[in-house]
């Protein structure tokens, strides 16, 4: 093989992706997919095949599969290819790995106990098809760890201030509604959301946008009604107040306390 070039065609820089395997792996990156993408960087096995794990790439490598002309190192590819190792863990093991990186960002303890590590778990169920990197996962979960998360101004005033006063009625019914739940399960949660929301004439992103921004401070994450159920009911319950409470006053970050 000739050697690894950059995606620009040239040798192989810091600015192209040249680094030492350890900034790798501290990048979140899985040494699984690190040892498959080296691997077929400048080998084919014969077909189609890129992702393989040790075993197969072991048992299929061959020297007729060496390319003659230069490698080329693909970021992308690279981040590609652990997106779909990171899909393919088994729940404990994602979680496992994970919880190192929620400690270091302080949104659970360095030793946590099984409740907390069981609650790691369901909240990486959720959010396991859109991780590329093992170091997305505490931007894309915190607001599941915190007291209350961080509203964006945007969000807020899109959804929670453009109409505040039919907003309001909304979210206050929905508060009482899911106050009185006793089954707080995925399907639960959404046949008592989508009643209030037809009280109100709400459907479709004026019935969801707004419950997810109350919860979770953004517009984008898993599931809504899979959110709900693992966030909890006490949870869901003291940011749909503040949601409220925002929908009358001015931008807050974080609320103080319970």
Do not use: C
């Amino acid at each position: 093989m000739a050697g690894v070039n950059g995606p620009d065609g040239k040798k192989l820089s810091k600015r192209t992706g040249a680094k030492g395997i350890f900034e790798f792996l501290k990048e979140g990156f899985l040494p699984e997919s690190l040892f498959n993408f080296l691997a077929i960087v400048g080998w084919s096995p014969g077909d189609d095949t890129e992702v393989m794990d040790k075993d197969e790439i072991i048992r299929r490598f061959d020297l007729e599969g060496l390319s003659r002309s230069p490698a080329i190192f693909d970021l992308d590819k690279l981040t590609w290819m652990n997106g779909v190792y990171i899909r393919q863990m088994p729940p404990n093991d994602l979680a496992g790995r994970v919880a190192p990186l929620l400690a270091e960002a302080g949104l659970i303890p360095a030793d946590p106990d099984e409740a907390t590590r069981s609650y790691v778990g369901q909240v990486l169920l959720l959010e396991q098809e859109r991780l590329k990197r093992l170091e997305e996962a505490p931007a894309l979960t915190d607001f599941f760890f915190v007291e209350m998360p961080e509203y964006a101004a945007k969000s807020v005033q899109k959804w929670l201030q453009r109409d505040a006063e039919a907003t309001r009625a909304f979210l206050t019914d929905l508060l009482a509604a899911f106050s009185d739940q006793d089954a707080w399960t995925e399907a639960a949660l959404e046949a008592t959301t989508r009643a209030v929301g037809a009280r109100h004439g709400r459907e479709r992103g004026e019935l969801t946008h707004p419950v997810r921004v109350a919860v979770t401070g953004r517009e984008i994450g898993p599931g809504l009604f899979e959110t709900l159920a693992v966030l909890g009911k006490e949870r869901v319950l003291r940011r749909l107040r503040h949601a409220v409470e925002l929908t009358t006053r001015g931008l807050g970050t974080r609320a103080d306390g319970g």
